[in-house]
Every structure is written in structure tokens, then in C-alpha cells.
Nanobody, 124 residues
Framework: QVQLVESGGGLVQAGGSLRLSCVVS????????MGWFRQAPGKEREFVAA????????IYADSAKGRFTISRDNAKNTVYLQMNNLKPEDTAIYSC?????????????????WGQGTQVTVSS
């Protein structure tokens, strides 16, 4: 059973930064592509960023480009999302997900495992 546990969310003022972490249980973390998604109240879940198995390639939603950075540490079974210059519209529950296949470079790819999420609130 693969489990994903996010942390690092919180309340921050606009313009501030947060770093989210997602720890994945199991020995096969390095074989998963990883993604971050978010869901704001009353809205559908949306893609934020994804990173391949080695960590050398990543893709971002337009809303995240230039402000967010996804990275991973395979030795620690952890994927990160560094979020800078946060805006009130970034307020959402952020979830990480793991993908076993090779479709991670498609923002619409289906992911196999999901975490419960961590709340990020950005005040104006």
C-alpha cells in the first residue's frame, strides 16, 4: 500500500512563500512520477506541477510558472513544492499524487495514488 502524506501548508500573507512536502511510503518512490494539484472551495481540482522519476524534468500550469518550483529527493521519498510570491487566488487544498506510468508530462494524466492534502491560505 502506497501512502502519501503532505505537510507544510498554512496561512501566509500575499507575496509570501511556503514549501510543501509530500512523503511517500514504500520502496518504489523513484519509479513514480509525482504531481501537485489543488482544489479551491467551489472549484474543480486543477493541476499545478509534475516531475518525472529522475527529477530532471518538470511541467507547470501557467498559474504556477515563474512562482512555483517542484523538486524531489528520491533518497528521502519526498517531493516538494516551493511556492513564492503567493497570491490570494492560490488559496486551496494542495494534494500530491503518484503516477506509475509514463503519462506524467500530460497535465490531464491520471494518477494512481493520492494524499489527503494540506491547506494553503493566502491573505490579502
Amino acid at each position: 500500500q502506497v501512502q502519501l502524506v503532505e505537510s507544510g501548508g498554512g496561512l501566509v500573507q500575499a507575496g509570501g512563500s511556503l514549501r510543501l512536502s509530500c512523503v511517500v511510503s514504500g520502496r518504489t518512490f523513484s519509479t513514480y512520477a509525482m504531481g501537485w494539484f489543488r482544489q479551491a472551495p467551489g472549484k474543480e481540482r486543477e493541476f499545478v506541477a509534475a516531475i518525472g522519476w529522475s527529477g530532471s524534468s518538470a511541467i507547470y500550469a501557467d498559474s504556477a510558472k515563474g512562482r512555483f518550483t517542484i523538486s524531489r529527493d528520491n533518497a528521502k521519498n519526498t517531493v516538494y513544492l516551493q511556492m513564492n510570491n503567493l497570491k490570494p487566488e492560490d488559496t486551496a487544498i494542495y494534494s500530491c499524487a503518484a503516477e506509475r506510468g509514463s503519462s506524467w508530462a500530460d497535465p490531464n494524466a491520471e494518477y494512481d495514488y493520492w494524499g489527503q492534502g494540506t491547506q494553503v491560505t493566502v491573505s490579502s
